[in-house]
């Protein structure tokens, strides 16, 4: 725990003027971001008496090595840095909320020739329309449903629009007239264009013109006797009708707004938005977030309009933004969506009225949403900490392990042998920091023996990290020789990963292998936990907890000792663990089949230098299966596009090599497929012959 005065600024340094400023660990990762119209005031509010801080600043300032500042022009400026910062750097103090990117939206790709109507979920793409967001994504495919009988756009994928366009003969949807089967040139690219932007138009709540449109189309075709036609136009309104129905109005003047309520308590905070066009409700998301900050309420509504509008420009930012408190100050932020729009953008707090009532309407909608948030035990901030404080205490640790990397190991009989590493902070899983190796220092079966390569090499790699950036009191790195370099045996595919970029002094972004935790768990027992402490030791890294879960009785197995620790049945810290040792096999187990799938589907051809998946494609096309192509002559070779003396030379030599060592077995059916092999199929590896025992008999050897 750092003591704040230690690395407090000199009175005079910093500056009297708006900025943005950055707390910093021991390891210069960046863990808190703030914005300031004075950084001189703000700043000092830190450094006062740690009795006096709230509990959450407090820990901040502890765990913080040093603070640095940018200096900037105005509060707006500042908050558009602080939000690029926070975005960039992820700080572990930030308020951060969660579920953001959960949410489907019903987008229109406009940027394509044939625009598609589909649901999409993360991040949004430039030329694509977007409706939403909604709260699940079979309440998007029922609305779609019933407009296609109106506007029959293209939605399916591109393979399938490639496929009929080459077949001649559309999907189900162009045969009952709910698609225009564009496909099949039925409609032209034009016409189809503007039947999406009528689609498009319709969504974003011009509704009125086109029902009126249709009701006189139906009138006249039921005066010109034409009742079919006015019948299907009546049933086409009636299905527009009913998807108007699905947003239900709750503003009579056709306001487009979003409103945004806050439900919180000490530890978390829960947001709500309603997003109203057209006077229609017609999309809501909710975030939660854990309350690792002293704020206000007005604090926590400028991050969300932060998360909310950060990369949103145009129509996106409404008119009008409702929220139960305005942030302080308020100019900066309304100048910000103001500029964002392109337009005046209007922040307040309806005070009656129906926007009053409906604004109460989504503050019970967050109370809920906190509430339910409460009930999920992995999610809760109190839970977490009790976890980490109970495993901390049965393993008699100097601190809770904010930290903490699991390994496993999994094989298949003893192929393809592969190891994972997953790493949990503040009891949550952090994906982006996972890793797979493949186990390359020996041959064969041997999990105890791939557990001490597994953390030699990514414990060598933490070592090279902290040598480059000077951090050694003594100017030598333990544990390794003189020029050793990180092994680049780790990878996220499987292949050789590339040396971890520097962290340099303005550099704290989440680096790969920079950060050692301050627990390491191994799936497996003793032996397991002996190779991996041997493994640190042989390092010289003495700092770093180690203990083993087992699978037999969820026994906790520390190093030296006889006897394992036994937590009860109904600890947080146990469920924990054994949270993260399912999450390490489920990763490695994941891995180590893609592995073996790919060593199945290899070819010969695979390893003839220089030729790719084109001229492979081409080859196989011509002969029709690899057979034939093994018993081609040169010159027959040599006849395919593309395909020179030399290379084909290179590909007979390789499949002289190749020869199989028995046929093709289909391991569902027992069939034996060498002589009746498709064009285009690719069989196991050469010489190795392809098993033909059940998959559930397979999948009992692997782990």
Not at 423 to 449: C, H, M, N, P, T
Not at 530 to 544: F, M, S, T, V
Not at 647 to 652: D, G, K, P, R, Y
Request: hydrophobic share 35%; glycine share 8%.
């Amino acid at each position: 725990m750092a003591d704040p005065s230690s690395y407090r600024p000199r009175p005079g340094e910093i500056p009297d003027s708006p900025g943005v400023y950055r707390f910093r660990d021991e390891h210069r990762r960046v863990i808190y971001v703030g914005k300031a119209k004075s950084l001189r005031q703000r700043l000092a509010n830190y450094f006062q008496d740690l009795a006096g801080l709230h509990p959450r600043t407090r820990s901040m300032v502890t765990t913080a090595a040093s603070v640095e500042w940018t200096v900037v022009s105005t509060e707006v400026e500042a908050l558009q840095l602080e939000y690029s910062w926070i975005k960039e750097f992820d700080p572990r103090f930030n308020v951060k909320y969660r579920d953001d990117k959960s949410y489907p939206y019903l987008a229109v790709t406009m940027n394509e020739d044939f625009p598609r109507v589909q649901v999409m979920r993360g991040h949004k793409k430039k030329g694509v329309r977007y409706f939403g967001p909604y709260a699940h994504a079979w309440a998007i495919r029922d609305t779609v449903d019933l407009m296609l009988r109106v506007f029959p756009v293209r939605t399916c994928s591109a393979g399938v629009f490639k496929n009929a366009a080459r077949t001649g003969r559309p999907c189900l949807l162009g045969y009952i007239g709910k698609c225009s089967a564009p496909c099949v040139e039925r409609i032209t690219a034009e016409d189809h264009r503007e039947l999406a932007e009528e689609f498009c138009d319709f969504m974003a709540g011009r509704t009125g013109t086109y029902l009126r449109r249709l009701e006189r189309r139906m009138v006249e075709a039921a005066e010109d006797m034409e009742y079919e036609r006015a019948a299907r136009l009546r049933d086409d309104i009636g299905a527009l009708k009913k998807a108007m129905e699905k947003n239900a109005v709750v503003l009579a003047d056709a306001t487009d707004a979003d409103l945004i309520a806050v439900a919180e308590d000490e530890l978390e905070a829960a947001v709500q938005i309603f997003h109203v066009r057209g006077g229609r409700v017609r999309g809501q998301r909710g975030w939660v977030t854990d309350k690792v900050e002293d704020v206000t309420t007005g604090a926590l509504v400028e991050h969300a309009l932060q998360q909310l509008y950060g990369e949103e420009t145009g129509d996106a930012v409404p008119r009008e933004v409702l929220v139960p408190a305005l942030p302080d100050p308020v100019e900066p932020v309304q100048e910000w969506l103001t500029g964002r729009r392109g337009s005046n953008v209007s922040l307040r707090v309806p005070q009656r009225g129906d926007k009053k009532a409906l604004m109460e309407t989504v503050e019970r909608n967050a109370q809920q949403a906190l509430v339910l948030h409460k009930t999920k035990r992995a999610s809760d901030l109190t839970t977490r900490s009790r976890a980490l404080e109970e495993i901390s205490d049965a393993l008699e640790l100097d601190s809770a392990p904010l930290r903490i990397e699991c390994y496993d190991i999994s094989h298949l009989q003893g192929d393809d042998v592969v190891a994972s590493m997953v790493v949990f902070e503040d009891g949550l899983a952090r994906k982006s920091e996972y890793r797979r190796f493949q186990i390359k220092g020996f041959a064969g079966q041997d999990d105890v023996r791939s557990m001490h390569e597994v953390i030699t090499r990514r414990f060598r790699r933490y070592l090279a990290e902290k040598e480059r950036t000077g951090e050694w009191t003594d100017g030598e790195e333990p544990g390794a020789e003189p020029g050793a370099q990180a092994d680049p045996g780790t990878a996220s595919a499987g292949l050789a990963e590339p040396p971890a970029s520097t962290l340099t002094e303005d550099d704290g972004r989440p680096k790969r292998f920079a950060y050692p935790p301050q627990l390491v768990v191994v799936d497996g027992g003793a032996p397991q936990v002996a190779a991996a402490q041997r493994a640190l030791d042989e390092l010289g890294i003495d700092d770093i907890a180690v203990c083993g879960l087992a699978k037999r009785l969820e026994e906790v197995w520390l190093p030296g000792d006889d006897d394992p620790v036994v937590l009860p049945r109904t600890s947080e810290g146990l469920y924990l663990l054994q949270r993260i040792r399912d999450e390490a096999h489920r990763f490695a187990i994941t891995y180590q089949r893609a592995k073996r799938a790919k060593r199945f589907r290899s070819s010969p051809l695979d390893d003839v230098p220089g030729l790719g998946d084109t001229r492979k494609q081409a080859l196989i096309k011509h002969f029709g299966s690899l057979k034939r192509l093994r018993s081609a002559t040169i010159e027959q070779i040599c006849d395919v596009p593309g395909i020179g003396r030399k290379t084909a030379e290179t590909i007979v030599a390789a499949l002289a090599q190749a020869v199989p060592g028995g046929p093709a077995v289909n391991t569902a059916t027992g069939e034996i497929m060498e002589d009746t092999e498709e064009p285009g199929q690719q069989t196991g590896s050469p010489g190795e012959p392809v098993s033909t025992g059940a998959p559930d008999e397979r999948r009992g050897q692997e782990r």
